[in-house]
């Protein structure tokens, strides 16, 4: 049993075999996924996917890319769905930075921000955050810290390796691990994981994105957590079936469901 708590089920790279896709997730123990908020334009699809399938879920979020959308985004009316486990994926995306330091000063205000906002949705709400950071790791946490997140808690998507991040353990998050973990340049990754409590991990894929070895550049997709939970065996030297049992129990406890 494994859930895949953030996968983009509403990706059109699915589109075209989807059916097959999920039986494949669920021939190898996925049984339940959460699509995250990232994009307005794909949320009616990801709401469409969840009232198809019982073990669906998703949440409602601004990706930091595209935070000019958060104004278009009806957070009300999403949040109420009984599907909306989450607010986001929402946080702090450095990586992309350009221009002027005047002009990465702003970018960096605006995130932080649209990031600080929907931290406060989800404390309205009392639901979970999804949280996106690269290359942000100092300001992410100083924010959630700030804004009184821990009150909700939440999951470090595709979780960055860096010790900062570490104590939020404390504040109630969780941290996503994925495909990542089995790349060969995945240093940082292998050795701080056995450093998370247990009792804090989950698995994702962030499919159609970031494919586990031995699948690097094709698609990825919820059956390949299989990859995931194996290498995390063997890096915390347990059995896969505990990793699964472990992060399984994890996820229906941060998302409230199941």
Do not use: W
């Not at 930091?64 to 009316?77: L, W």
């Not at 450095?94 to 989800?122: C, N, P, T, W």
């Not at 973990?181 to 050795?191: E, P």
């Not at 194996?230 to 994890?250: C, F, G, S, W």
């Amino acid at each position: 049993m494994i859930i895949d708590t953030h996968v983009h089920l509403d990706d059109e790279r699915y589109r075209e075999d989807f059916d097959a896709m999920m039986e494949r997730a669920s021939d190898i123990g996925v049984e339940a996924f959460v699509i995250p908020g990232a994009h307005p334009a794909t949320l009616e699809r990801a709401i469409e996917i969840c009232e198809a399938y019982d073990n669906v879920y998703f949440a409602v979020g601004v990706h930091p890319y595209d935070m000019e959308t958060m104004e278009t985004v009806d957070f009300d009316h999403y949040v109420l769905h009984p599907k909306c486990v989450a607010i986001g994926e929402c946080g702090l995306d450095y990586f992309r930075l350009e221009g002027s330091d005047e002009e990465k000063h702003q970018e960096k205000m605006r995130q932080a921000e649209v990031f600080r906002r929907q931290i406060r949705i989800a404390k309205h709400y009392h639901k979970p955050l999804i949280v996106h950071i690269r290359d942000a790791s100092h300001d992410s946490k100083m924010i959630l810290l700030e804004e009184g997140a821990g009150e909700v808690g939440g999951v470090l998507h595709c979780y960055n390796a860096d010790d900062e991040l570490l104590s939020l353990a404390n504040e109630g998050f969780y941290f996503g691990i994925g495909g990542v973990v089995t790349f060969q340049n995945a240093k940082k990754l292998v050795n701080i994981l056995p450093k998370i409590p247990l009792d804090k991990l989950v698995i994702e894929t962030d499919g159609p994105y970031l494919t586990p070895h031995p699948h690097r550049g094709s698609r990825n997709e919820s059956a390949y957590t299989r990859y995931v939970s194996d290498k995390m065996a063997e890096l915390l030297h347990i059995n896969a079936q505990e990793v699964e049992e472990i992060t399984t129990h994890n996820a229906k406890k941060l998302f409230a469901f199941g």
